[in-house]
T-cell receptor, first 111, second 116 residues
Framework: QQPVQSPQAVILREGEDAVINCSSS?????VHWYRQKHGEAPVFLMI?????EQKGHEKISASFNEKKQQSSLYLTASQLSYSGTYFC????????????FGKGTHLIIQP | GAVVSQHPSWVICKSGTSVKIECRSL??????MFWYRQFPKQSLMLMAT?????????EQGVEKDKFLINHASLTLSTLTVTSAHPEDSSFYIC????????????FGPGTRLTVL
């Protein structure tokens, strides 16, 4: 079942922060975050596997609340290059599952 | 980092013809490859999971006779859209995973198919 992402769209000024949420009605094995720019393939950001796990790289971080079957992506001090559509992809099984992607969150960063 | 290529990048074909799209992992062996389809302004939808040397597993609603998948080696999977129609026009993206579930999937650059 497709995870639910919120918000659908965000418009920020450069330097502002954003939070994107991803929730599932099913227990999750892992959550993958990607950013996609128009006409391009998704670019991997990070994977979260364990309940309570948090990861970050530079000004982008994410958390995974396994009990709530939710994950959040945090963008701090956003840059113009952060613009794009952010997708969470979820795995619900431990086997050879592909990712089930949410509908995406469109992020627009204005100077 | 791991690189996945797709060929062609784009293709325009006439209705009724078949189109083959290749997905290659260039610097790693992929035990599992996945094929996704993305319509304009929509999310990626998993079409099928492909394991080397075995039959592909198709998602519900995806016609296996229309979308033929062959995973002949650990570095190559092909998707053939048979008897393509305008409604098959889409962005087809493959991904390859060198490890087990929960590990990163590396996406190819995608192939834009336009059926006239």
């Amino acid at each position: 079942q497709q995870p639910v992402q919120s918000p659908q769209a965000v418009i920020l000024r450069e330097g502002e922060d954003a939070v994107i949420n991803c929730s599932s009605s099913k227990a999750l094995y892992s959550v993958h975050w990607y950013r996609q720019k128009h006409g391009e393939a998704p670019v991997f950001l990070m994977i979260l596997l364990k309940g309570g796990e948090q990861k970050g790289h530079e000004k982008i971080s994410a958390s995974f609340n396994e009990k709530k079957q939710q994950s959040s992506l945090y963008l701090t001090a956003s840059q113009l290059s952060y613009s794009g559509t952010y997708f969470c992809g979820t795995e619900t099984g431990g086997g050879a599952d592909g990712l089930t992607f949410g509908k995406g969150t469109h992020l627009i960063i204005q100077p | 980092g791991a690189v996945v290529s797709q060929h062609p990048s784009w293709v325009i074909c006439k209705s009724g013809t078949s189109v083959k799209i290749e997905c290659r992992s260039l610097d790693f062996q992929a035990t599992t490859m996945f094929w996704y389809r993305q319509f304009p302004k929509q999310s990626l939808m998993l079409m099928a999971t492909s394991n080397e040397g075995s039959k592909a597993t198709y998602e519900q609603g995806v016609e296996k006779d229309k979308f033929l998948i062959n995973h002949a080696s650990l570095t190559l999977s092909t998707l053939t859209v048979t008897s393509a129609h305008p409604e098959d026009s889409s962005f087809y993206i493959c991904s390859a995973r060198p490890g087990l579930a929960g590990s990163e999937q590396f996406f190819g650059p995608g192939t834009r198919l336009t059926v006239l």
